[in-house]
């Protein structure tokens, strides 16, 4: 896989069909991941996250998969979407297993980088639940600033200085 950009510990590669099985892993983690991602309760199967992945790399998606430098270990999935103009939005995806070890603050840091300086971005913003406090802390830690709040969600953005 041709990595795309990296940053200290992770290689961003675009999607790959030979990732689709930890794909289907981490979304398939209702309780640890996908509930952080969407109302989904119902598992994808194969042939869901193949088309899902299809979909991605036929619309060249700014999607990117992470693995851990050395290990090539999977780590989740970032991407910006909903691109207008100069401004996009953000989301990010990890495992369990690479959940609380740093790399959610190390992609959100190097992508926001990318975002502003590969992408030519000058606003990128996110949707946090509002009762993900763990998450709100590192984007608020990565300079995120919240603009409008809703009973379920957080809505936040850094623009390009």
Request: contains cysteine; negative net charge.
């Amino acid at each position: 896989m041709e990595i795309i950009f990296e940053s200290e510990n992770i290689v961003y590669v675009r999607p790959s069909f030979d990732l689709v099985p930890q794909y289907l892993e981490m979304v398939n983690d209702i309780e640890n991941v996908a509930r952080f991602i969407g109302e989904r309760r119902e598992p994808y199967s194969e042939q869901d996250e193949i088309d899902y992945i299809k979909d991605k790399m036929d619309n060249n998606a700014t999607m990117f998969s992470m693995l851990e430098k050395g290990t090539n270990e999977f780590i989740g999935n970032i991407e910006f979407f909903n691109r207008v103009f100069d401004e996009a939005e953000w989301g990010i995806v990890l495992t369990a297993k690479m959940q609380d070890r740093g790399y959610g603050t190390e992609a959100l840091k190097r992508s926001v980088e990318y975002g502003f300086n590969e992408l030519g971005l000058k606003r990128i913003y996110l949707i946090v639940y509002a009762d993900n406090e763990r998450a709100k802390h590192v984007y608020e830690k990565c300079g995120f600033k919240e603009f409008k709040r809703t009973d379920v969600d957080i809505f936040m953005e850094i623009e390009k200085e």
